[in-house]
T-cell receptor, first 109, second 114 residues
Framework: DAKTTQPNSMESNEEEPVHLPCNHSTISGTDYIHWYRQLPSQGPEYVIHGLTSNVNNRMASLAIAEDRKSSTLILHRATLRDAAVYYCILTQGAQKLVFGQGTRLTINP | GAVVSQHPSWVICKSGTSVKIECRSLDFQATTMFWYRQFPKQSLMLMATSNEGSKATYEQGVEKDKFLINHASLTLSTLTVTSAHPEDSSFYIC??????????FGPGTRLTVL
């Protein structure tokens, strides 16, 4: 599976938008971009996924660069419950997820 | 969304004993389930892929005789840690593939081996 690079940590304020970046310069044409998040002492939770076009769902938006070598997860209005480790993962299906270190997001009240 | 449960949520056992952890998909059928292990302050490490009715596929470095996986039905997979030792103490998490490119994760089982 192609590798992703994410910042170790980020900090934001409650009710502000958060942009979480992910670099994946070796992405192949059939790789999907997945985002999962893990709250403390819990199993990961699916957030969003995409292939080429930007995607929106009730949790977040995924903006994918035109060359697909990077993407950004957007939380439109962060709450304290969004504090978690966010993982950007590439896979050719969802059949095998290889987790990197992710980005630890801290939300300040 | 789909729900995956794990039982028990935590377990403490003596060194040398075996421990079984169950993973159930409650409202969907999962042909494929996955088992992960997570040590404190580290990321999840995939241990094995479990397909209903067939033998599990283990990742490199994972001892298949120590971590026995059974996927007897479309809603249940079990992980048995045999002859557990303190170094096996970890957070074990399962996930189930629902289709539509999504995996749903259980809440995890914290194993402590004394």
């Amino acid at each position: 599976d192609a590798k992703t690079t994410q910042p170790n940590s980020m900090e934001s304020n409650e009710e502000e938008p958060v942009h979480l970046p992910c670099n994946h310069s070796t992405i192949s044409g059939t790789d999907y971009i997945h985002w999962y998040r893990q709250l403390p002492s819990q199993g990961p939770e699916y957030v969003i996924h995409g292939l080429t076009s930007n995607v929106n769902n009730r949790m977040a938006s995924l903006a994918i660069a035109e060359d697909r070598k990077s993407s950004t997860l957007i939380l439109h209005r962060a709450t304290l419950r969004d504090a978690a480790v966010y993982y950007c993962i590439l896979t050719q299906g969802a059949q095998k997820l290889v987790f990197g270190q992710g980005t630890r997001l801290t939300i300040n009240p | 969304g789909a729900v995956v449960s794990q039982h028990p949520s935590w377990v403490i056992c003596k060194s040398g004993t075996s421990v079984k952890i169950e993973c159930r998909s409650l409202d969907f059928q999962a042909t494929t389930m996955f088992w992960y292990r997570q040590f404190p302050k580290q990321s999840l490490m995939l241990m094995a892929t479990s397909n209903e009715g067939s033998k599990a596929t283990y990742e490199q470095g994972v001892e298949k005789d120590k971590f026995l996986i059974n996927h007897a039905s479309l809603t249940l997979s079990t992980l048995t840690v045999t002859s557990a030792h303190p170094e096996d103490s970890s957070f074990y998490i399962c996930s189930a593939y629902e289709g539509l490119l999504k995996q749903y994760f259980g809440p995890g089982t914290r194993l402590t081996v004394l």
